[in-house]
C-alpha cells in the first residue's frame, strides 16, 4: 500500500514568518510531486509540482525534493491570512493513480 | 475557460434512491477520476478512467459505478445509497500519457448527503 504522510496539524505561524509543511511518501518508484491547497468546503488548487531533487521556488512557495530519503515539503515565504487552508501532498509513481496524504490545516496568525 | 462542472453542488436524498453525479471537462483531457473526501481520511479515490471505455477501481470503490462513454464526461453513480456515502465528491481530470508530469484539475465538489 503506497502511504503519503503528513502531520495533520494545525500548524500555526505568525503573520510574516515561514512556514514548513512536510511530507513524507513510502513507495521510492515515486517520480512527481505535488502540493494542493484547500480551502474548507472548497475544492484542491494545484499549487506547486516538482520532479527533481533540490528546491523550486515559485513566488513566496518553495518546494523541496529530497528523493534518497523520500520526504518532500514546501515552504510559504512571509505567510499571510490567506494562506491559512489545509495544503495536501500528492505523490505519483509513473502512470499509476495520484496518492494523497491527509493534509496539513496552516493558521496564520495575523 | 478551461474546468471541470459537477452537478448538483449539492444534494440531499434518501436511502436506495438511484442517483448520478456528473461530470465533464472542456481540457481534452484522458484521465478522470473520482475522489470523496471525509474528515480526518483525507482524498480517496473511488474510481479513475484513463481514456474512453477504461474504468479501473481506486481505493473505495465499493457502491459506485462509473461510465466513461465519451472523452469529456464521467458520471459517478450510486445505484443505491446508503448513509455511509454521505461525503464531499470531487472529480479530477488531468492529460494522459505523459500523465506523471500532469497535474489534476478539480471540479468544485458535490456535497451529497444520505438519509
Known amino acids: 500500500q503506497k502511504e503519503v504522510e503528513q502531520n495533520s496539524g494545525p500548524l500555526s505561524v505568525p503573520e510574516g514568518a515561514i512556514a514548513s509543511l512536510n511530507c513524507t511518501y513510502s513507495d521510492r518508484g515515486s517520480q512527481s510531486f505535488f502540493w494542493y491547497r484547500q480551502y474548507s468546503g472548497k475544492s484542491p488548487e494545484l499549487i506547486m509540482f516538482i520532479y527533481s531533487n533540490g528546491d523550486k521556488e515559485d513566488g513566496r512557495f518553495t518546494a523541496q525534493l529530497n528523493k534518497a530519503s523520500q520526504y518532500v515539503s514546501l515552504l510559504i515565504r512571509d505567510s499571510q491570512p490567506s494562506d491559512s487552508a489545509t495544503y495536501l501532498c500528492a505523490v505519483k509513481a509513473g502512470n499509476t493513480p495520484l496518492v494523497f496524504g491527509k493534509g496539513t490545516r496552516l493558521s496564520v496568525i495575523a | 475557460e478551461a474546468q471541470v462542472t459537477q452537478n448538483p453542488r449539492y444534494l440531499i436524498t434518501v436511502t436506495g434512491k438511484k442517483l448520478t453525479v456528473t461530470c465533464s471537462q472542456n481540457m481534452n483531457h484522458e484521465y478522470m477520476s473520482w475522489y470523496r473526501q471525509d474528515p480526518g481520511l483525507g482524498l480517496r479515490q473511488i474510481y479513475y478512467s484513463m481514456n474512453v471505455e477504461v474504468t479501473d477501481k481506486g481505493d473505495v470503490p465499493e457502491g459506485y459505478k462509473v461510465s466513461r462513454k465519451e472523452k469529456r464526461n464521467f458520471p459517478l453513480i450510486l445505484e443505491s445509497p446508503s448513509p455511509n456515502q454521505t461525503s464531499l465528491y470531487f472529480c479530477?481530470?488531468?492529460?494522459?500519457?505523459?500523465?506523471?508530469?500532469?497535474?489534476?484539475?478539480f471540479g468544485d465538489g458535490t456535497r451529497l448527503s444520505i438519509l
Open positions: 479530477a481530470s488531468s492529460f494522459f500519457p505523459n500523465y506523471s508530469n500532469q497535474p489534476q484539475h
